[in-house]
T-cell receptor, first 112, second 113 residues
Framework: DTEVTQTPKHLVMGMTNKKSLKCEQHMGHRAMYWYKQKAKKPPELMFVYSYEKLSINESVPSRFSPECPNSSLLNLHLHALQPEDSALYLC???????????FGNGTRLTVT | GENVEQHPSTLSVQEGDSAVIKCTYSDSASNYFPWYKQELGKGPQLIIDIRSNVGEKKDQRIAVTLNKTAKHFSLHITETQPEDSAVYFCAAIRPGSARQLTFGSGTQLTVLP
């Protein structure tokens, strides 16, 4: 079992809905990440939090809003998504740079 | 920035045979190279990694080799088993890069019983 827990596992939402994805890790890692993965493609980086502060936003549309309430939790708030946003959303954590990333099993998001 | 190319995109082997997946990277400053295995419905899981001061690393049936001069690294799986079937991603990290990993495009490995 993965040490990074993501909820929910599956989510179906309409384009006018507001929902949130949640991620939790208890490994004491100080860096946390959101990735988006389309079918048969590698994960694409969206956001990086370092010591609970947003350090990287890879030009992600504002309909995706990350939040890091504390060093163990990471949220991704979703609003007014488009069907093309349907994907697997992966959370990951690491001790720091040059340290292995630990991924959760993701949230499979479908936007209708 | 870093660019990682991975080959082949699909690989089928008979159970018990060996499988080799190759990656090349562009940034000579990259010095950490992890390999991830992603099973259907799961997130990528680290299976082995190598740092640039080492040429080879082995963990049971899995080994990784690194050629810094040629800027390529390879994953070797011996005595393959059906449970090795998955998508494998290589990756590279450049020091000081908070963006972490640059992934290869992935290899779908199928082990035929």
């Amino acid at each position: 079992d993965t040490e990074v827990t993501q909820t929910p596992k599956h989510l179906v939402m309409g384009m006018t809905n507001k929902k949130s994805l949640k991620c939790e890790q208890h490994m004491g890692h100080r860096a946390m990440y959101w990735y988006k993965q389309k079918a048969k493609k590698p994960p694409e980086l969206m956001f990086v939090y370092s010591y609970e502060k947003l350090s990287i936003n890879e030009s992600v549309p504002s309909r995706f809003s990350p939040e890091c309430p504390n060093s163990s939790l990471l949220n991704l708030h979703l609003h007014a998504l488009q069907p093309e946003d349907s994907a697997l959303y992966l959370c990951a954590s690491s001790q720091g740079t040059l340290a292995p990333l630990h991924f959760g099993n993701g949230t499979r998001l479908t936007v209708t | 920035g870093e660019n990682v190319e991975q080959h082949p995109s699909t690989l089928s082997v008979q159970e018990g045979d060996s499988a080799v997946i190759k990656c090349t990277y562009s940034d000579s400053a990259s010095n950490y190279f992890p390999w991830y295995k992603q099973e259907l419905g799961k997130g990528p899981q680290l299976i082995i990694d190598i740092r640039s001061n080492v040429g080879e690393k082995k963990d049971q049936r899995i080994a990784v080799t690194l050629n810094k001069t040629a800027k390529h690294f390879s994953l070797h799986i011996t005595e393959t088993q059906p449970e090795d079937s998955a998508v494998y991603f290589c990756a590279a990290i450049r020091p000081g890069s908070a963006r972490q990993l640059t992934f290869g495009s992935g290899t779908q490995l199928t082990v035929l019983p």
